[in-house]
C-alpha cells in the first residue's frame, strides 16, 4: 500500500512544512553519507563489517538498551535517522512527505518535530522492552513516522488518499484516510501479535506510534474551535 501526492490544506495552516522537509533532508544526508547506501570503495567483506558496527553504534540493541550505560539511552533517538537501506528509506521518506506535511501545517513546526521525536523515542523503547532479550539491531523512523499517520487521522479524517494495493493489480483507487490508516493499523497490529523474533519489521513499534501520535493530537485539538481542527473541515489533503 501507498500514497502520493499531496495538495496543501485551505485552512488552519501554518506556513511552509520546513519541519518535514528538513527531518526528510537529514534521513537522507545520514543514509548518503553513511555505509549503509554502498556508495564506498572498499571490498564487499569490509563494507558489511562496516555497516554492522555502523548500525549496532547508532541503532537500539534492546540487550544494551538496559544496561544502564548513557550512550545506548540515546539510540532511541540516533535510530530514527538511520535506515537499513535504499528500499527502507525511500518507503518511510514517502510516507512522510506526504502525511508530515498536513500535520505541520495544523501543528507548526516546533511543535511538529517535538512530537516526531518523542513519540519515534517512545516507539523504539516500546518495542525495546517487548523484546527486551533480544540482540538484533533496530533501526528506522518507521516509529516516528506512525505517530505522524495517527496525527493524520485525527487532523484530517475525511482527506481523500491516493492507495495501490498489490492484491489489487495496483490500481491506484481513492478513499478516505479514516479507512486507509485504520486497514493499515489493523494490518500492523495482526502483525505485531505474531512477532516474537525481534527485528525484522518493527510492528509494534509502528502501532505504539500510530497510537501517541493520534493521542497526541487528540489532546492538542479536541476542542471544536482548536486552530487546526474546524468543526466541520472541507475535504482536503491527498490528492493525485
Do not use: K
Not at 567483506?45 to 548500525?55: D, F, I, P, V
Not at 538484533?136 to 479524517?157: D, M, R
Request: net charge positive.
Amino acid at each position: 500500500m501507498s500514497a502520493t501526492g499531496t495538495r496543501p490544506p485551505t485552512r488552519s495552516v501554518r506556513g511552509h512544512p520546513v519541519a518535514t522537509y528538513t527531518l526528510i533532508g537529514l534521513c537522507a544526508a545520514v543514509f548518503l553519507l553513511g555505509p549503509v547506501a554502498g556508495l564506498g570503495t572498499g571490498g564487499e567483506g569490509a563494507l558489511y563489517r562496516e555497516q554492522a558496527s555502523y548500525y549496532r553504534r547508532w541503532g537500539v540493541v534492546p540487550t544494551e538498551l538496559w544496561s544502564g550505560a548513557a550512550r545506548p539511552l540515546l539510540t532511541p533517538l540516533t535510530s530514527l535517522f538511520v535506515h537499513g537501506g535504499w528500499l527502507h528509506l525511500l518507503s518511510n521518506l514517502l510516507f512522510l512527505f506526504v502525511f508530515g506535511e498536513s500535520v505541520e501545517r495544523r501543528t507548526g513546526a516546533i511543535r511538529f518535530t517535538l512530537c516526531y521525536l518523542v513519540v519515534g523515542y517512545a516507539a523504539m523503547l516500546c518495542y525495546a522492552a517487548a523484546h527486551h532479550g533480544s540482540d538484533e539491531t533496530l533501526v528506522g523512523a518507521s516509529g516516528a513516522i506512525s505517530g505522524v499517520l495517527g496525527a493524520f487521522l485525527y487532523l484530517l479524517p475525511r482527506a481523500r488518499v491516493t492507495s495501490v494495493f498489490p492484491f489489487l493489480w495496483f490500481l491506484p483507487l481513492r478513499f478516505p484516510a479514516w479507512l486507509v490508516l485504520v486497514f493499515w493499523l489493523a494490518l500492523q497490529w495482526l502483525a505485531a501479535r505474531h512477532d516474537t523474533d525481534g527485528p525484522g519489521v518493527a510492528y509494534l513499534a509502528h502501532v505504539v506510534g500510530f497510537m501517541l501520535g493520534f493521542l497526541y493530537a487528540w489532546r492538542r485539538f479536541r476542542t471544536a474551535d482548536a486552530p487546526g481542527r474546524p468543526a466541520a473541515a472541507p475535504d482536503e489533503g491527498i490528492s493525485p
